[in-house]
């Protein structure tokens, strides 16, 4: 990004939390994320294009990703605190549900071995700066080869804390 983008923006998740997100910045998340994952679709590469790509994007931050996502919040609390209702709750509907495991393994099958596009494997409002209503994504470090549709869920996941954020205050 150049200075001029760095600037003058502000961080999308300051935007969420004080609840100025417009329809318009939302709709320029989606189409950046569209375009992105259009121009780098396997179907629409070379082989030896799609090789490049995975060579300068690739998958040892992928591995990282998969882990946070797809086994470290299913094993249990971890390093986080949590209180005792909450703790037994989530013991009993997560951590030991194996209904839950098998469809979490499933998933992470599919985003270790699918190779749709390139996807920005840890994208979020922190790593999304927004200027007069533009989305400017900067923080690749975790991108690889994945399915699409990762992106948009972690996208959608945080807009989805947000409202909640959003209900509990008065």
């Known amino acids: ?3 001029g983008v760095w600037a003058s923006s502000k961080f999308l998740s300051e935007e969420i ?8 910045m939302v709709e320029n998340i989606g189409k950046s994320l569209a375009k992105m994952h259009q121009l780098t679709r396997k179907a629409s590469l070379t082989d030896r294009q799609f090789a490049q790509l995975k060579h300068v ?28 209702d909450v703790k037994a709750k989530a013991d ?34 922190t790593s999304t700066l927004m200027k007069n209503g533009t989305a400017h994504i900067y923080d690749t470090q975790f991108a690889g080869t994945g399915p699409a549709a990762f992106d948009v869920a972690s996208y959608v996941s945080y807009f989805m804390m947000a409202y909640y954020h959003h209900m509990l205050i008065p």
């Open 17 to 24: 939390l004080k609840g100025t997100v417009t329809i318009p």
């Open 1 to 3: 990004l150049d200075s």
């Open 57 to 84: 994007f690739g998958p040892r931050m992928k591995s990282l990703v998969s882990a946070r996502v797809f086994n470290i919040p299913f094993t249990g609390p971890g390093l986080n605190y949590m209180h005792p």
């Open 92 to 125: 009993r509907l997560i951590w030991k549900n194996n209904q839950i495991k098998a469809e979490v393994a499933r998933l992470k099958n599919i985003f270790d071995t699918q190779e749709e596009c390139l996807i920005g494997g840890n994208l979020s409002p």
